[in-house]
């Protein structure tokens, strides 16, 4: 558990709009004392008279007691503590024992896993619980107290006292620990509040307002984009962690994104998809986006990211109307050629786009809003390249080809790499349900598998079969 103290009555802490989860303080405003280390359920494979087995040992005591006698004197950093009016020396008042206790875990520690096929995770991950068992002072005030005396006798000792067949293990471990003193690999100082800031202005500057982009901004404004990497879990302190984005990397993000989704979400897309309906209206949408971002600029010296952002919707928004202008009398023409589809295909057309009301063709005793409900997630979730994994157009196609049998071309899934046995689960996991509820017979898994192969392009039956399996939790 950390010890904390806020050491600024007017510090504040910020959180990310409305969300409790995420929330932070700056550096200048706490301090974290120093706090006890626990090692559970590890055989105690030290002397029984440590630290008095031993000259190296016996010194650590005597190198403590040194430490502490010239603190915070000691160096330039600590001795501005002499005038912090949250200081007190009180505090240190059981250091002596903390260093003993975590220093003798340590060993302990190293002892009894130096052998396993994991050592390296076991022992760097307990070396970082302990250096932050030592706490953190402010910004200027200097490093966590007595680390030093901790870090410099577990170098010491495994320096000295290991065979030369761990030689190998023991310079992986002490590279570790001078990592942690020369802060390799140390994040770069960033603003939160400004990434948060640019990315609520990419909100705002998105033409969320077209309908065919629309369906899109609700994930973007629930998601936090500004975090990076893996998450990383520490099993002896129970803390994981994850990097905060940079701001180049935020703005690379960004710009990124909004290609990816212009290049994938447009009119010549829904056109590509027989999708492509009502394209005066679009052209309002459009127009009146455009509008919106001259007046956002007006009166505006715009130097930053958003710069690009408003050339790159320009150049989107021109292109866009070009097209709708163009493609919207051949549209006109197409639609009056009576051989253009079968009979039954204006009633079709329409009905397309009001999908509860089909008939299921291809589970009858199934509701049809029950396969709307469970593939609806496919609009509204985005893939690994940031673009929902289909249109909204796209889905009513599906479910009007699969569950209405009409005469409407195959669709294409959009996803990214590594996320075929994700949507081939969603598939799954259908197949599943429906078995039990509404087939005749469970054994029809072929025909849920070929739901997919025989309305999507690119899809092997061969391949689909041998993944068809539901993966717990994938789509939560």
């Keep these: 558990m950390m010890n904390i103290d806020i050491i600024n009555p007017n510090a504040k802490f910020y959180r990310y709009q409305n969300d409790n989860k995420l929330r932070w303080l700056s550096n200048d405003d706490?301090?974290?004392?120093?706090?006890?280390?626990?090692?559970?359920?590890?055989?105690?494979?030290?002397?029984?008279?440590?630290?008095?087995?031993?000259?190296?040992?016996?010194?650590?005591?005597?190198?403590?007691?040194?430490?502490?006698?010239?603190?915070?004197?000691?160096?330039?950093?600590?001795?501005?503590?002499v005038d912090a009016d949250w200081f007190t020396l009180e505090k240190l008042?059981?250091?002596?024992?903390?260093?003993?206790?975590?220093?003798?875990?340590?060993?302990?520690?190293?002892?009894?896993?130096?052998?396993?096929?994991?050592?390296?995770?076991?022992?760097?991950?307990?070396?970082?619980?302990?250096?932050?068992?030592?706490?953190?002072l402010p910004k200027g005030f200097g490093s966590p107290i007595a680390l030093n005396v901790y870090l410099s006798h577990i170098e010491h000792i495994l320096n000295c006292s290991y065979e030369k067949i761990y030689q190998p293990k023991i310079d992986k471990i002490l590279a570790f620990i001078n990592?942690?003193?020369?802060?390799?690999?140390?994040?770069?100082q960033v603003d939160i509040i400004e990434l948060i800031g640019k990315y609520n202005k990419w909100l705002e500057i998105f033409p969320w307002q077209i309908s065919y982009l629309t369906h899109l901004k609700a994930h973007f404004e629930n998601q936090i984009p500004i975090l990076s990497g893996e998450k990383k879990y520490n099993r002896y302190s129970g803390i994981s962690k994850i990097r905060v984005i940079t701001e180049e990397r935020l703005v690379t993000f960004l710009m990124e994104s909004t290609q990816h989704i212009l290049k994938e979400v447009n009119a010549k897309a829904l056109a590509t998809q027989g999708n492509l309906s009502d394209p005066e209206k679009k052209c309002f949408e459009i127009i009146n986006a455009r509008r919106d971002h001259e007046l956002m600029q007006l009166g505006e010296n715009i130097n930053d990211e958003r710069k690009k952002l408003y050339k790159l919707f320009k150049q989107w928004f021109s292109g866009e109307l070009r097209y709708l202008k163009e493609i919207t009398p051949i549209l006109e023409k197409l639609a009056e050629e009576p051989a253009i589809k079968s009979a039954g295909t204006e009633r079709d057309r329409k009905d397309h786009y009001e999908i509860e009301k089909l008939h299921n063709e291809f589970c009858p005793r199934m509701p049809i809003s029950e396969a709307?409900?469970?593939?609806?997630?496919?609009?509204?979730?985005?893939?690994?390249?940031?673009?929902?994994?289909?249109?909204?157009?796209?889905?009513?196609s599906f479910i009007a080809r699969a569950f209405g049998r009409m005469d409407i071309g195959k669709q294409k899934i959009n996803f990214g790499r590594g996320e075929t046995n994700l949507i081939i689960s969603l598939f799954a996991e259908f197949f599943q349900k429906a078995s039990r509820q509404w087939e005749p017979s469970g054994q029809c898994k072929d025909k849920y598998v070929s739901l997919l192969t025989d309305n999507f392009h690119d899809w092997k039956k061969s391949k689909v079969s041998a993944n068809f399996k539901v993966r717990p939790g994938a789509w939560q």
């Design 30 to 81: 706490f301090v974290i004392w120093h706090s006890r280390t626990e090692l559970k359920d590890e055989k105690y494979l030290l002397k029984p008279n440590w630290p008095e087995c031993c000259p190296g040992h016996r010194s650590l005591p005597d190198n403590i007691v040194s430490y502490l006698s010239m603190f915070p004197h000691c160096c330039k950093s600590h001795k501005t503590l």
């Design 93 to 136: 008042k059981r250091l002596p024992e903390k260093i003993l206790e975590t220093a003798r875990q340590t060993e302990n520690l190293i002892a009894s896993k130096l052998d396993e096929s994991d050592w390296y995770d076991h022992i760097t991950e307990w070396i970082e619980y302990s250096i932050e068992s030592f706490g953190q």
């Design 179 to 188: 990592s942690y003193e020369s802060h390799d690999g140390a994040a770069d």
């Design 372 to 396: 709307v409900q469970h593939f609806k997630i496919l609009t509204s979730t985005p893939s690994k390249n940031n673009a929902p994994f289909l249109t909204e157009e796209a889905f009513k």
